[in-house]
């Protein structure tokens, strides 16, 4: 997992070439007006645009993906990201979907990390991650990075 401020994104942009275009359109356009809705910035990167309702940490299961690198940006508001490593959660609550690539597990996260507008949480499929955590409504980007 990597916690970032969106000034400070493009250190990261060596990891590979995707996360590289993930970030140069997330420069570009976390502060555009939102739409809700999927857009494609590419074949295998994809953003979807949120507006939903968060949730007590109890209340958020982790999940985690084999296939995709995510990137949460919250717009309105602090998100709270609760985190485990994978190798630590153990309690399957939905098998692996592979259509949705996702699985959810009911293990505790291991902490919980806050995040404000003007930064950002990339997750990789190493990171059981419990998203939209806190109180009231929500607007967020969640990049979604094609691995293969």
Request: with cysteine; proline share 5%; glycine share 4%.
């Amino acid at each position: 997992m990597i916690i970032s401020a969106i000034e400070d994104l493009n250190q990261y942009k060596h990891l590979s070439p995707r996360i590289a275009t993930a970030i140069d359109w997330t420069i570009k356009h976390h502060k555009v007006t939102f739409e809700k809705g999927r857009i494609d910035i590419s074949e295998d990167i994809y953003v979807n645009r949120e507006e939903v309702a968060m949730m007590p940490r109890e209340k958020k299961m982790l999940e985690a993906h084999r296939r995709y690198i995510d990137i949460h940006i919250p717009l309105s508001g602090i998100e709270a990201i609760g985190w485990a490593h994978i190798k630590d959660v153990k309690n399957i609550i939905q098998p692996y979907d592979d259509k949705q690539d996702i699985e959810f597990y009911g293990d505790n996260s291991q902490c919980i990390i806050p995040i404000k507008p003007g930064q950002v949480a990339i997750l990789f499929p190493e990171d059981a991650h419990a998203p939209c955590i806190g109180i009231g409504n929500h607007r967020k980007y969640c990049i979604k990075i094609a691995i293969d």
